[in-house]
Nanobody, 117 residues
């Protein structure tokens, strides 16, 4: 079992930056692929970025490629999402998730990101 807690959201102007953190409990954090998802009212939750258990491989949605950076620190049981050059369309609730076996099984409660124009 893994428990995930996100932090770092807030209100920022367009062009600004935020760094989200996802703190995980559980000794098996280092063996799970991890991801960040975004959800806006009336829309389904969609994946923004993901990182393999080793940190050796990452993937980004086209909408954030070149602006967002996902990383993890297994020693701290923490995953990060560095968000730069933020746009109003990046607004949403951001969730971190853990994938132990080809499914996103564990979720945090989310942190709100609001980008003003």
């Amino acid at each position: 079992q893994v428990q995930l807690v996100e932090s770092g959201g807030g209100l920022v102007q367009a062009g600004g930056s935020l760094r989200l953190s996802c703190a995980a409990s559980g000794r098996t954090f280092g063996t799970y692929d991890m991801g960040w998802f975004r959800q806006t009212p009336g829309k389904e939750r969609s994946i923004v970025a993901q990182i393999t258990w080793s940190g050796s491989s990452t993937w980004y949605a086209d909408s954030v490629k070149g602006r967002f950076t996902i990383s993890r620190d297994s020693a701290k049981n923490t995953m990060y999402l560095q968000m730069d050059s933020l746009k109003p369309e990046d607004t949403g609730r951001y969730y971190c998730a853990a994938n132990p076996d080809d499914a996103w099984r564990y979720w945090g409660q989310g942190t709100q990101v609001t980008v003003s124009s």
